[in-house]
């Protein structure tokens, strides 16, 4: 509803009928339902001000006088911006960068070097090496079928001994298996360099985030229950457009912040 609308609804000269017109924009528009309870709340003050009755302006709306009363409630008070998070602070507060900085991400470590610029002790696990079925964002990032077989490098991280991070690297099978990519432990020097060694060429990755309720085994591993997780899929492609590698990270929302960068030299007002 756009204001023009609005402010057709607000001239209606009948007060019963302004009244009416808003319950109906209403019932289908929530989206400006705050202006629309005020416009109805002072309709119906109007006509009880003209001297109509409630159980009158209640006949002619279809609706109880109860009703009406809750009517004139509904947008009393002052609209005000909610207040901003009254929870707790979170334990910790990590940065995620999007995009992540060149520089950051061809490091040894993209957490341990984010980390250690924030002035936090990070630690790191590796939870899991081997072949598990594609989930359908990840069969879709890799290009094969959902529940094909994928080669699957899961990792946890904490930072001040606090969870914070799930991140999973998956790997198509014919790029990864019988390769270090494949192999137990932590791929040293860097992931980046075992992926070149293989004559994979970087050509460009997108990242997408996503935010949703953990799954069980993520609320456990994060201590997030009754808390939602923010999912970055970061994408590269070679320059076969071949997609090499989709990383999976699941970070506990209330213990991160995501600083959004811009291309060098796009910035504008």
């Given at each position: 509803m756009d204001a023009r609308t609005l402010h057709g609804i607000a001239a209606i000269p009948d007060p019963v009928e302004r009244a009416r017109a808003a319950s109906a924009a209403m019932g289908s528009l929530q989206g400006q339902s705050v202006e629309l309870s005020r416009i109805r709340r002072g309709a119906i003050v109007e006509a009880q001000d003209s001297g109509m009755r409630q159980d009158e302006i209640a006949r002619r709306l279809g609706v109880t006088p109860g009703r009406v009363s809750q009517m004139k409630k509904a947008g009393a008070g002052e609209h005000r911006a909610p207040a901003?998070?009254?929870?707790?602070?979170?334990?910790?507060?990590?940065?995620?960068?999007?995009?992540?900085?060149?520089?950051?991400?061809?490091?040894?470590?993209?957490?341990?070097?984010?980390?250690?610029?924030q002035g936090l002790t990070p630690r790191r696990e590796m939870l899991f090496v081997g072949r598990e079925p594609a989930s359908e964002h990840v069969a879709a990032a890799l290009r094969v079928e959902p529940g094909e077989?994928?080669?699957?490098?899961?990792?946890?991280?904490?930072?001040?001994?606090?969870?914070?991070?799930?991140?999973?690297?998956?790997?198509?099978?014919?790029?990864?298996?019988?390769?270090?990519?494949?192999?137990?432990?932590?791929?040293?020097?860097?992931?980046?360099?075992?992926?070149?060694?293989?004559?994979?060429?970087?050509?460009?990755?997108?990242?997408?985030?996503?935010?949703?309720?953990?799954?069980?085994?993520e609320a456990d591993l994060l201590d997030v229950a009754g808390e939602w997780v923010v999912q970055i899929l970061r994408v590269s492609v070679s320059t076969e457009n071949v997609p090499v590698h989709a990383l999976e990270t699941v970070c506990a929302a209330s213990r991160h912040t995501f600083p959004i960068g811009q291309v060098a030299g796009a910035d504008q007002f």
């Open positions: 901003g998070p009254v929870g707790p602070r979170p334990r910790v507060l990590v940065e995620r960068a999007l995009p992540t900085p060149p520089a950051v991400r061809g490091s040894k470590s993209l957490y341990l070097t984010e980390a250690d610029r077989a994928v080669v699957a490098r899961r990792k946890m991280f904490w930072a001040d001994d606090v969870p914070v991070r799930i991140a999973t690297s998956f790997f198509r099978v014919d790029v990864a298996e019988g390769t270090r990519l494949a192999g137990e432990g932590f791929v040293l020097p860097t992931l980046q360099a075992a992926i070149e060694e293989l004559g994979h060429a970087f050509a460009h990755a997108t990242e997408t985030l996503t935010a949703r309720p953990p799954t069980p085994y």
